[in-house]
C-alpha cells in the first residue's frame, strides 16, 4: 500500500499531456521514457565555455550531491562524458589504486562487467558470484574480509538490473566499514529512487547516469565521491579521460568540462530535476515505481506469469519473468507483438532461465503497467501460446 502522502506522486498526468508520446513506451531499466518537457530543453544549442552553461553544470552537480541528503556536504559531484558503463570504469580507475585489490559482489551482468574493468586495467579481484538470482550476504562479505587484509576496496551493484535483484549494501556498507575497507557502489539503476543516505551507509563513491531514474537521457552520468578520498586519488587513474580526480580539479579551478560535454543532455537533464523535485524527489519518485511493481506483478500473476525472484529481493527498478513454458513461444516475435502494441520490453540476461524483464521506471504510471500486461496476453494469444 502507497501511503497517503504520496499519493500526489501517482496521479498520471493529463491526458492532452500523455497524447504527446506517441512513441512506444520503454519498459526497460534505462534509457526511459521521458517527460515532454526534457525533449523540449534539447531544442537549444549551448556553448559550452559559455557562462551560461557553465552555470548549468555548477547548479546540476549540486541538485544531485543534494539528492544524498545532509550528509551529502562531505561529497562531490563529477559529472563525466558517456555511458553509465564510462563512469562505472573512472570510479574504479580513479578510487582503487594500481596496487589495491578490490572484492566484487557478482550476481548478475553488471558486477561480470566491474570483473572484467578491473581486469583490463590490470587490478584483479576477488570475486563472490552469487550466480543470478542470489544477494551477496553480509556473512559472506564479512568472512572474504576477514580472510584477506589485502583487500581494499569492496564493489557492489545496488540494483543488479540482469535479475532486477536489490543487493542489501545498507548492511553490507557496515560490515565494509566494519573492516576499515572502503565501499563503491555501482547506483546507476537505483539513484534517486532508493535511499542512499551516507549518514546511514557509509560509502567512499557512487555511481549514476542521466537516464534511469531521474528520467534524463543518456549521455553522461556522474560520481559522488567524498571530498577527501577524491583528494587523495590524484595520479590513481589509468586512463586521461576516466580520470575523475582531474575532471574534478578542472571543473573546480575553471567551470568546465575538460573535455567536449553532451550539452544537450546536460540540459535536459536540468528539466528532468525540474520534474523530480515537483513530484516530490526521492521518496515520491521511490513510491511511483513501488506502485508500478506492484501493479505489474499483480496483472502478470492474472494471466500466469510469475516473476523469476522472490518478493523479498525484487526491486522496484525492473522486474525479471519467466518465459512461458509453450513450444510457440519466440522472444524476438513475442518482443515485436508487444512493440506493436506500445510497449518496448527487455530481453532476458540470465544464463539459468529463459525470462524477459520489464522496467517499472520513466514516464509511465500503474495503469501503463497494466496496460503492458494486456499487450503481453495480446501478443501471446496471436501467437497461439498457451499462459496456465
Known amino acids: 500500500m502507497v501511503p497517503a502522502a504520496r499519493a500526489a506522486a501517482l496521479t498520471e498526468p493529463p491526458i492532452p499531456k500523455r497524447a504527446l508520446m506517441r512513441d ?9 521514457t521521458t517527460d515532454i518537457a526534457v525533449k523540449a530543453a534539447m531544442l537549444r544549442d549551448w556553448g559550452s565555455w559559455d557562462d551560461d552553461f557553465r552555470a548549468v553544470t ?24 558517456g555511458s553509465g558503463s564510462f563512469v562505472v570504469e573512472a570510479m574504479l580507475g ?3 589504486p594500481p596496487d589495491g585489490k578490490a572484492l566484487v559482489l557478482m550476481n548478475g551482468a553488471y558486477g561480470k562487467r566491474i570483473t572484467r574493468t578491473l581486469q583490463v586495467m590490470g587490478r584483479p579481484p576477488v570475486v563472490l558470484d552469487k550466480g543470478d538470482y542470489l544477494p551477496p550476504t553480509p556473512a559472506e562479505v564479512d568472512t572474504l574480509l576477514a580472510a584477506d587484509p589485502a583487500i581494499t576496496h569492496v564493489v557492489v551493484v545496488h540494483c543488479e538490473t540482469s535479475s532486477g535483484i536489490l543487493n542489501p549494501v545498507e ?9 576499515g575497507r572502503r565501499l ?43 571530498r577527501d578520498v577524491l583528494e587523495a586519488a590524484a595520479g590513481n587513474a589509468h586512463s586521461l579521460s576516466l580520470d575523475l580526480a582531474d575532471q574534478w580539479r578542472h571543473m573546480e579551478a575553471t567551470g568546465q568540462w575538460r573535455f567536449t560535454p553532451p550539452t544537450h543532455v546536460v540540459v535536459a537533464l536540468r528539466a528532468a530535476l525540474d520534474a523530480y523535485e515537483a513530484e516530490g524527489g526521492l521518496p515520491a519518485r521511490g513510491a511511483r515505481y513501488e506502485a508500478n511493481r506492484a501493479a505489474l506483478v499483480e496483472a502478470m500473476a492474472g494471466i500466469g506469469i510469475r516473476p523469476f525472484l522472490e518478493p523479498d529481493v525484487m526491486s522496484p527498478i525492473i522486474v525479471t519473468f ?13 518482443y515485436e507483438a508487444v512493440k506493436r502494441r506500445g510497449f518496448v520490453l527487455y530481453p532476458g540476461k540470465l544464463t539459468e532461465a529463459e525470462t524477459f524483464r520489464v522496467g517499472c521506471i520513466g514516464q509511465v504510471w500503474p495503469a501503463d503497467m497494466r496496460a503492458a500486461v494486456a499487450a503481453v496476453a495480446e501478443a501471446c494469444a496471436e501467437m497461439g501460446v498457451s499462459l496456465p
Not at 24 to 32: I, Q
Not at 58 to 81: F, K, S
Not at 171 to 179: C, K, N, P, T
Not at 325 to 334: K, M, T
Open 24 to 32: 512506444p513506451l520503454l519498459l526497460t531499466p534505462g534509457p526511459a
Open 58 to 81: 555548477a547548479e546540476i552537480r549540486r541538485r544531485l550531491r543534494a539528492i544524498l541528503g545532509p550528509a551529502g556536504t562531505d561529497y562531490e559531484c563529477v559529472p563525466m562524458q
Open 94 to 96: 580513479t578510487l582503487v
Open 171 to 179: 548492511a553490507i556498507a557496515r560490515v565494509v566499514a566494519g573492516h
Open 184 to 226: 563503491l557502489i555501482d547506483a546507476m539503476s537505483s539513484f534517486g529512487a532508493l535511499d542512499l543516505d551516507p549518514a546511514r551507509i557509509p560509502f567512499d563513491a557512487v555511481v549514476a547516469s542521466a537516464n534511469k531514474c531521474l528520467e534524463g537521457v543518456p549521455g553522461f552520468g556522474w560520481a559522488l565521491v567524498r
Open 322 to 334: 519467466r518465459c512461458p513454458d509453450d513450444p510457440a513461444f519466440d522472444f524476438p516475435a513475442f
